[in-house]
């Protein structure tokens, strides 16, 4: 079981950066693949980025690739989503995933346990 808690979220202006955090509970987190997904109001959960066990494999959505930087510190059970250059379309709420395995998926099926999500709001 993993338990998964994220924070950082809040209102930002457009160009802006926020750093999000999310800390999992559980002694294997260096076992699992973690992502980042997004859901706008009206709109389906999407993926927004996501980090293999090691950190050497990384993985984007096109619309945040060059914006968004996704990272692990496995000793603190800890994953990260840098977003600098926030646009309104960014505004959702973000969840963190985590999943067992090596891989990184783009798709929220493939991830086994979720935060509750924290809001980001960007403002024009």
């Known amino acids: 079981q993993v338990q998964l808690v994220e924070s950082g979220g809040g209102l930002v202006q457009t160009g802006g950066s926020l750093r999000l955090s999310c800390a999992a509970s559980g002694r294997t987190f260096s076992s699992y693949t973690m992502g980042w997904f997004r859901q706008a109001p009206g709109k389906e959960r999407e993926f927004v980025a996501g980090i293999n066990w090691s950190g050497d494999s990384r993985d984007y959505a096109d619309s945040v690739k060059g914006r968004f930087t996704i990272s692990r510190d496995n000793a603190k059970n800890t994953v990260y989503l840098q977003m600098n250059a926030l646009k309104p379309e960014d505004t959702a709420v973000y969840y963190c995933?985590?999943?067992?395995?090596?891989?990184?998926?783009?798709?929220?099926?493939?991830?086994?346990?979720w935060g509750q999500g924290t809001q980001v709001t960007v403002s024009s």
């Open positions: 995933a985590a999943r067992s395995g090596h891989s990184v998926y783009t798709s929220q099926l493939k991830y086994d346990y």
